[in-house]
C-alpha cells in the first residue's frame, strides 16, 4: 500500500513513519552526517576551526589527512619490498642510473618510483637454433643448422652493456658460422669434420660475446643438420654413395692382404727352413763323402787293382740298376740265365707320367754283375 493512499487501520504515516499530529520531519541530512563525522574525528586528533564569513567555523579534518597520508606512506613502503630468488639476481636503476652490485638472493626492499628493479635469471640453460646457407672454401654451398645453449653469467652486462643480448648472440654466430665454414671444405663440414667445426665456432662465438660484454657463455653448440641444397642433394648423394663403395673396396682389400701377407710370410719361413735343411743335407753328404774317399784312399794304396776292381763294378751295380736293359755274357759261364720279363713287361705297361709326376719306386732287377761282363755282350731291348 502506498503511504498515501487511504488508512490503514484507520491510520494515515508517511515512508519515514510519522504519523498525523506529529512534526513531519523529512528524509535525514547526509551531508550534515557527514559533518558530525569529521567532527568528532577532529575532536579526537585535535583539528582546528575553519573560518568563514556565515561566522559558523567547521573543525578542519587534519586527522583524516593524517590517516590517509599513514597509510599511502604504508603501501608506499610496502611496494617497495621484493624477494630474488636462489636462481636469479637483480640490477637495480636508481633514477636512471645503474648501481655497480647487484641484489643477490634473499628479501629486499627498494623505494619504488625511485629504484627500479630488475630480475634476471642466471641459472637456466637457454637455447637458440639458427638456419642459414653458407659458402664453403672450395665453392660450394651448404645449408647449416645449429643450435646454441648459453646461460647469463653476468647480469649487470647483460642489461646494461648491450641494447638487444638476443639479436647480439644471432649476428655473433652466425658470423663465427661463416668464418669457419668459410675455412673448411664441403666434405668436412657435411661427413667427417662436423665436431671439429662445432668446436671451432664455439670458441670463435665466445670471443665475440666476451668483446661485445654480453655476459653470456656458451655452453655447448652442436652442428644439427648439414646438407648441400636440395636443387644439388641427389647428385651429392651418388658421390656420397660412390665414396662410401671406395672406402668398402679398400676395407675389404686390406682384409685380403691382412690373410695374404701372413700366408706368404709362412711360405717364405717355410722355404728358408727347406733351403737351410737341404744346405745342413749337402754339407754333411759332402763330409761324408770325402771321409769315405780318404778311408778308400788308403784301402787304394794297399790294394790298387782290387780296389779299382771294386769301384768299377760298384759303379756299373748303381748304373744298371736304373736300367731298364739287361746285358748278358754268352760265351762263357752258364747259358741258363734268369731273366725278370714279368717285371719288365710290368714297366712296359705302366702309363708315363702316372700319378701327376710322381716318382715310382725303383725296382732292382734279379742279376748280378760278375767280373765276366767285360766280354763284348749283346743287347737286348725289351
Given at each position: 500500500m502506498a503511504w498515501n493512499e487511504p488508512d490503514n487501520n484507520d491510520r494515515k504515516q508517511d515512508p519515514w513513519g510519522t504519523r498525523p499530529g506529529k512534526k513531519d520531519q523529512g528524509p535525514p541530512d547526509l551531508d550534515k552526517m557527514a559533518d558530525d563525522?569529521?567532527?568528532?574525528?577532529?575532536?579526537?586528533?585535535?583539528?582546528g576551526k575553519r573560518g568563514g564569513s556565515s561566522g559558523g567555523g567547521d573543525l578542519v579534518p587534519g586527522g583524516l589527512v593524517a590517516i590517509v597520508l599513514a597509510i599511502a606512506l604504508g603501501?608506499?613502503?610496502?611496494?617497495?619490498?621484493?624477494?630474488?630468488?636462489?636462481?636469479?639476481?637483480?640490477?637495480?636503476?636508481?633514477?636512471?642510473?645503474?648501481?655497480?652490485?647487484?641484489?643477490?638472493?634473499?628479501?629486499?626492499?627498494?623505494?619504488?618510483?625511485?629504484?627500479?628493479?630488475?630480475?634476471?635469471n642466471v641459472t637456466r640453460v637457454y637455447d637458440q637454433r639458427f638456419n642459414n646457407t653458407m659458402l664453403t672454401e672450395d665453392d660450394n654451398i651448404v645449408d647449416i643448422s645449429m643450435t646454441v645453449q648459453y646461460v647469463?653469467?653476468?647480469?649487470?652486462?647483460?642489461?646494461?652493456?648491450?641494447?638487444?643480448?638476443?639479436?647480439?648472440?644471432?649476428?655473433?654466430?652466425?658470423?663465427?658460422?661463416?668464418?669457419?665454414?668459410?675455412?673448411?671444405?664441403?666434405?668436412?663440414?657435411i661427413?667427417?669434420?662436423?665436431?671439429?667445426?662445432?668446436?671451432?665456432?664455439?670458441?670463435?662465438l665466445q670471443g665475440y660475446l666476451d668483446a661485445y660484454g654480453t655476459g653470456i657463455t656458451?655452453?655447448?653448440?652442436?652442428?644439427?643438420?648439414?646438407?648441400?641444397?636440395?636443387?644439388?642433394?641427389?647428385?651429392?648423394?651418388?658421390?656420397?654413395?660412390?665414396?662410401?663403395?671406395?672406402?668398402?673396396?679398400?676395407?675389404?682389400?686390406?682384409?685380403?692382404?691382412s690373410q695374404v701377407v701372413p700366408e706368404a710370410r709362412g711360405a717364405a719361413r717355410r722355404q728358408m727352413e727347406?733351403?737351410?735343411?737341404?744346405?745342413?743335407?749337402?754339407?754333411?753328404?759332402?763330409?761324408?763323402?770325402?771321409?769315405?774317399?780318404?778311408r778308400l784312399l788308403v784301402e787304394y794304396k794297399k790294394a790298387p787293382e782290387v780296389t779299382r776292381q771294386?769301384?768299377?763294378?760298384?759303379?756299373?751295380?748303381?748304373?744298371?740298376?736304373?736300367?731298364?736293359?739287361?746285358?748278358?755274357?754268352?760265351?762263357?759261364?752258364?747259358?741258363?740265365?734268369?731273366l725278370p720279363l714279368d717285371q719288365l713287361l710290368q714297366r712296359a705297361r705302366?702309363?708315363?707320367?702316372?700319378?701327376?709326376?710322381a716318382v715310382a719306386p725303383q725296382e732292382t732287377p734279379s742279376f748280378t754283375v760278375t767280373p765276366q761282363l767285360r766280354t763284348p755282350a749283346r743287347e737286348v731291348n725289351r
Amino acid at each position: 500500500m502506498a503511504w498515501n493512499e487511504p488508512d490503514n487501520n484507520d491510520r494515515k504515516q508517511d515512508p519515514w513513519g510519522t504519523r498525523p499530529g506529529k512534526k513531519d520531519q523529512g528524509p535525514p541530512d547526509l551531508d550534515k552526517m557527514a559533518d558530525d563525522m569529521l567532527k568528532k574525528l577532529g575532536g579526537i586528533f585535535g583539528g582546528g576551526k575553519r573560518g568563514g564569513s556565515s561566522g559558523g567555523g567547521d573543525l578542519v579534518p587534519g586527522g583524516l589527512v593524517a590517516i590517509v597520508l599513514a597509510i599511502a606512506l604504508g603501501l608506499y613502503a610496502l611496494s617497495g619490498v621484493y624477494t630474488v630468488n636462489e636462481q636469479e639476481r637483480g640490477v637495480v636503476l636508481r633514477l636512471g642510473r645503474a648501481l655497480d652490485n647487484v641484489v643477490l638472493p634473499g628479501l629486499h626492499w627498494n623505494p619504488p618510483l625511485i629504484d627500479s628493479v630488475n630480475i634476471i635469471n642466471v641459472t637456466r640453460v637457454y637455447d637458440q637454433r639458427f638456419n642459414n646457407t653458407m659458402l664453403t672454401e672450395d665453392d660450394n654451398i651448404v645449408d647449416i643448422s645449429m643450435t646454441v645453449q648459453y646461460v647469463i653469467t653476468d647480469a649487470h652486462k647483460y642489461f646494461l652493456e648491450v641494447e638487444d643480448p638476443e639479436i647480439s648472440l644471432q649476428q655473433a654466430a652466425e658470423s663465427a658460422l661463416r668464418h669457419v665454414v668459410g675455412g673448411s671444405k664441403m666434405d668436412d663440414v657435411i661427413n667427417t669434420g662436423r665436431e671439429v667445426l662445432a668446436v671451432e665456432t664455439r670458441d670463435r662465438l665466445q670471443g665475440y660475446l666476451d668483446a661485445y660484454g654480453t655476459g653470456i657463455t656458451v655452453n655447448q653448440l652442436n652442428i644439427a643438420q648439414s646438407q648441400p641444397p636440395p636443387q644439388v642433394r641427389a647428385a651429392f648423394d651418388d658421390v656420397i654413395k660412390a665414396s662410401e663403395d671406395n672406402q668398402s673396396t679398400q676395407n675389404e682389400a686390406r682384409r685380403y692382404a691382412s690373410q695374404v701377407v701372413p700366408e706368404a710370410r709362412g711360405a717364405a719361413r717355410r722355404q728358408m727352413e727347406e733351403a737351410s735343411a737341404y744346405k745342413e743335407q749337402v754339407i754333411a753328404r759332402a763330409q761324408g763323402e770325402a771321409e769315405r774317399f780318404e778311408r778308400l784312399l788308403v784301402e787304394y794304396k794297399k790294394a790298387p787293382e782290387v780296389t779299382r776292381q771294386r769301384l768299377y763294378l760298384d759303379a756299373m751295380q748303381d748304373v744298371m740298376s736304373n736300367s731298364s736293359k739287361v746285358m748278358i755274357d754268352v760265351e762263357g759261364g752258364n747259358n741258363m740265365m734268369y731273366l725278370p720279363l714279368d717285371q719288365l713287361l710290368q714297366r712296359a705297361r705302366r702309363p708315363e707320367g702316372s700319378a701327376q709326376g710322381a716318382v715310382a719306386p725303383q725296382e732292382t732287377p734279379s742279376f748280378t754283375v760278375t767280373p765276366q761282363l767285360r766280354t763284348p755282350a749283346r743287347e737286348v731291348n725289351r
